[in-house]
């Protein structure tokens, strides 16, 4: 039976840590499928102009191609010539549900993030992604410092 | 900033800089706007608001009326019937996370309730109570009960008919799916009143709007730092609507967004203090409210004053039957159009029925409206046309006074909400009133270019006027757009009946179910 990973990248440098630590586990594994994730930080309870809602999907579109481009395809890219199976996924939606979402419907057994890059304020308020998967995953959580 | 900002921002500082030289003239130039705003727009708003022959009942009233009793029937009393499963829908319950990051249920009746919630449930209803008396209160909430079934009407067709671009963007409204419609049905006639009622769509973004929305806003204001020149108060505004509409400037929009609806919360969470404070006249507020409206207890125009008073207010307040909200609700990202029907029924609901009624209550509880010891009977102003009230206010100034007699700093908050829900509110009819000039004269930025300018200019005019000719063109304007969308609605109803049988039966069998999240 092969293992399946997620990782979640963040577009930061941390994402890569997060991915190096990812194909380590994955080479000592063996036979390991790794998915390559992205959240769009997203939330379908914000207030929105008419003129931002008009023009909402073809935003979304743009978002999904830029995350595809800059994110996931080069991380994917990176492990497949690597010899490493690899797929990757962009959604939008609050990043640790979103995460735990992606992880439990391709029947993950693990979730590998980084620690959090976000900092200040907002962090202290409502806490970080990466705190908020690790209280409320329903996958093994692996933290790269 | 850009250079565009910080050319708009020294416009605003160079017309405030202004100021003392031009103060002196300023009084006649005011007078000089009202005197021909006036003139040159009496003629449209009599036509709107003449009565019956025979009475002083105006037609357009019963109009709204006889709509909004016809669709709640037709379809059963859906407002009811499908309440709850509004609420769930809204709360995304039946949403696919497959469509995560496109806009929302919820997302869409923000932005419909942000063009709707504001001056008129705070100066409207006081405009409503101190002239049709506290009974208007009845006939404005069963007006708005009435209209959630009107609003479900056009919201489900603005989906189902909008326009989808290549470009991913979308564009819906009355104009689409009347001419969309007709066409479907093998009428004739949809292009001719799509084009009708684009042209009453710009002048109700015009007025209402706008025009309603800077007069207030400028009544407010100058209540609190003293009296002072309204065409000032229109520039700034109409400087930084530029700013936002023209210039792009997201930021300021996204303030106003955020604040917008917190604002709202503590309007209605001071409304609920105030009546709580005084729990004691809760019984009697709402004994006025129902005397008043079988009786008039002695207002302009008796009971039937205060029922005109009620549903003209709260058909200008929630929009219902005049087609803005389907505007607004198309942008949602549905397969069932008829969902979006659903939520927008919440609409009047929370506009009318819950904040309309917190306005109304605190008026009357707070003694303003003057009541004749002897008789028990309001008393009327010396010109007869509106019950006099401690201080002579009207329109916002009123309801500020109410607030203030329970809250005495309350006022300075009234002012900055008033001031944020006339900005949010002229955003959001500016695109109302775009969509319905690119209909007219294609898309294209020197078109939309064109609009934005004359809206901006309205601002001015708007802040300028005296209330009266503001207000009774506004009116004229928002109520000459129902008068197209109900004639549509009635052609197109039975569109919107296939697909609430069809959606019902679906609901039922089970083959739409709400989503595990």
Redesign the interface.
Known sequence: MTAKLVIGLDGEGSGSRALSHAKRLAGLIGECEIVVVYV?E?S????????E??????R??E??KIAHERVVDPAVASLKSEGFSASGIV???DVAD?LN?ISVEQGADQIVVARSSEGGFAKRLFGSSTANLVMSASVPVTVVG | MTLKSKLMLSLAALSTSALPALAQEAGSLDEKVNAVFAASTGWFVTLIFSPFPGTNFPWIVMWLVIAATVFTLYFGFVQFRYFRHAIQLVKGDYSDPNDAGEVSHFQALATALSGTVGLGNIAGVAVAVGIGGPGATFWMILAGLMGMASKFTECTLGVKYRNEYPDGSVSGGPMYYISKGFSELGLPGGKILAVLFSIFCILGALGGGNMFQANQAHAQISGIVGDYPGWITGIIFAAVVFAVIVGGIKSIANVTEKVVPIMGILYVGAALIIILVNYDKIGWAFGQIFAGAFTGLGVAGGFVGALIQGFKRAAFSNEAGVGSAAIAHSAVKTKEPITEGFVSLLEPLIDTVVICTMTALVITISGQLIIDPASGNYVLNEAGSAIATVGNTSGVSLTSAAFGSGISWFPYVLALAVVLFAFSTMISWSYYGLKAWTYLFGEGSTSELVFKVIFCVFIVIGAAASLGPVIDFSDAAIFAMAVVNITALYFLMKLVKVELESYSARLKSGEIKKFAH
């Open positions: 769009v997203w379908p309870f914000t207030f929105q102009t008419a003129e809602n008009a023009m909402r999907h073809k979304r579109e978002e999904l959604r939008h939606g979103t979402a």
